[in-house]
T-cell receptor
Framework: QKEVEQNSGPLSVPEGAIASLNCTYSDRGSQSFFWYRQYSGKSPELIMFIYSNGDKEDGRFTAQLNKASQYVSLLIRDSQPSDSATYLC?????????????FGAGTRLFVKA | DTEVTQTPKHLVMGMTNKKSLKCEQHMGHRAMYWYKQKAKKPPELMFVYSYEKLSINESVPSRFSPECPNSSLLNLHLHALQPEDSALYLCASALAGVGNEQFFGPGTRLTVL
């Protein structure tokens, strides 16, 4: 079992629709959770972070965390073609001397105009 | 200053060369990271420095040697690399302590001939 799992996609949604991206993780001791957006050839850009169970909203983005189910998701409302990118789920766990960040393989999102 | 900078942007080196990658941030972050990213794969953690001390080394080959001269600078010294080491090398920084969100630099695209 991979430590952080995402559906690789591609996920294709029409412009204006809601895109739903999902991620599961295996380490129950994980403490913080992040969503990064990465355009082809560019570095990852932080979109959202969440530490507590429940929902966290920031503009068109909502992160949802369920620690009991070891599940974190990202909703993108009113999707735009510029949202087309790979979305990386990242999970922080305390390991040895520090916090280790493990990335999922990423979900490719296409928003069709 | 709210960004992480990396130099050079591109680097081509032979297997017998010695080169260094540089990373700098002035956000007061005390955790700094090196990642390696191959095409269509997620970033893979290489090293973590916390308060200028190496806290995580992900069993990276000794041909990669990290250095953190001060809280703002992070170097990655390269020697006797292999063609399979060609990748995007990403630096990131974060507030140290509780697994805070990381901010990535633009990366160095490394090609080993």
């Amino acid at each position: 079992q991979k430590e952080v799992e995402q559906n690789s996609g591609p996920l294709s949604v029409p412009e204006g629709a809601i895109a739903s991206l999902n991620c599961t993780y295996s380490d129950r001791g994980s403490q913080s959770f992040f969503w990064y957006r990465q355009y082809s050839g560019k570095s990852p850009e932080l979109i959202m972070f969440i530490y507590s169970n429940g929902d966290k909203e920031d503009g068109r983005f909502t992160a949802q965390l369920n620690k009991a189910s070891q599940y974190v998701s990202l909703l993108i409302r009113d999707s735009q073609p510029s949202d087309s990118a790979t979305y990386l789920c990242a999970v922080n766990s305390l390991r040895g001397g520090g916090f280790k960040t493990i990335f999922g393989a990423g979900t490719r999102l296409f928003v069709k105009a | 200053d709210t960004e992480v900078t990396q130099t050079p942007k591109h680097l081509v080196m032979g297997m017998t060369n010695k080169k260094s990658l540089k990373c700098e941030q002035h956000m007061g972050h005390r955790a700094m990271y090196w990642y390696k990213q191959k095409a269509k794969k997620p970033p893979e953690l290489m090293f973590v420095y916390s308060y200028e001390k190496l806290s995580i080394n992900e069993s990276v080959p000794s041909r990669f040697s990290p250095e953190c001269p001060n809280s703002s600078l992070l170097n990655l010294h390269l020697h006797a690399l292999q063609p399979e080491d060609s990748a995007l090398y990403l630096c990131a920084s974060a507030l140290a302590g509780v697994g805070n969100e990381q901010f990535f630099g633009p990366g160095t695209r490394l090609t080993v001939l």
